[in-house]
């Protein structure tokens, strides 16, 4: 399953600079496409769809047609407190960066380079990229991971391989690498211990949505993105 998802995404960015390069501008190398944080998000979206599609048709051959009950969604009555859990995640661990090595410079500040660039990354980053990577990980992956090494085992796991996924974002810089595992952890012990992928989605979000909420504030409403890195 991991490897048809990274063909996925590296496929439909590869198909979504092709289609962005035939319509907007034949004229220059398509490679320039390529590099466009837009074309990027947009061919990430187009595979997370697909790869959704491909984990719902395989949960619901194996559970009956019961896809919500088998990757426990089960949304939670109290759900501002995993909001707030997500906003506290973020101000306990982000803080971390300045006491932690960091580079100066990483393949994700490109995303950040224009406001509309900004704008764009904040928005998937958001609202589409923790529904995919909770139902990946935390409903899909971390069951299985469960069932076969148990309740510890699954969580560290589950935590190393989602680290793992931003690591060529984040230069493999353990630092950074470091607080992504521990949101890792957060989130799989408490979709674990709540039984509830719901809920992980919100705390998600959250905590992404802080985090782009302060660059905003930093950065004078994505205005002045010379400030990103200072």
């Known amino acids: 399953m991991a490897f048809i998802t990274f063909f996925t995404v590296i496929a439909c960015i590869f ?3 092709y289609v962005a390069h035939a319509r907007f501008s034949p004229s220059n190398p398509w490679t320039d496409s390529l590099k466009s944080p837009g074309v990027i ?8 769809v697909l790869i959704l599609m491909l984990m719902y048709t395989l949960v619901r051959n194996h559970s009956s047609g019961r896809v919500l009950e088998s990757i426990r969604w089960n949304w939670p009555i109290n759900w501002t407190l995993y909001l ?18 960091m580079p100066k410079n990483v393949p994700i500040d490109e995303f950040f380079r ?8 904040s928005l998937f980053g958001v609202l589409f990229a ?3 990577e909770e139902v990946f990980f935390r409903g899909f992956l971390y069951p299985v991971v469960a069932r076969r ?4 085992p699954a969580i560290v796991i589950t935590a190393i391989l989602f680290a793992s996924i931003h690591a060529t974002q984040l230069k493999y810089s353990w630092g950074p690498v470091l607080i992504i595992f521990l ?28 985090i782009f ?13 010379e400030k990103f890195n200072q």
């Not at 090494?149 to 510890?152: A, D, S, V």
């Not at 989130?187 to 992928?197: E, P």
Request: proline share 4%.
């Open 84 to 101: 707030a859990a997500g906003i506290g995640l973020a101000i306990v661990l982000v803080p971390l960066g300045n006491v932690l090595p």
């Open 15 to 17: 198909g979504t600079a």
């Open 41 to 48: 998000v947009a061919g990430q979206l187009v595979a997370y």
């Open 130 to 132: 923790p529904v995919f």
């Open 183 to 210: 949101v890792g952890i957060a989130l799989t012990t408490v979709r674990a211990l709540k039984k509830s992928l719901s809920a992980t989605i919100l705390m998600h979000m959250a905590y992404n949505g802080t």
């Open 149 to 152: 090494l148990g309740f510890y």
């Open 114 to 121: 224009t406001a509309r660039d900004a704008y764009v990354l």
């Open 213 to 225: 909420i302060s660059t905003y504030i930093a950065t004078d409403g994505f205005r002045h993105m």
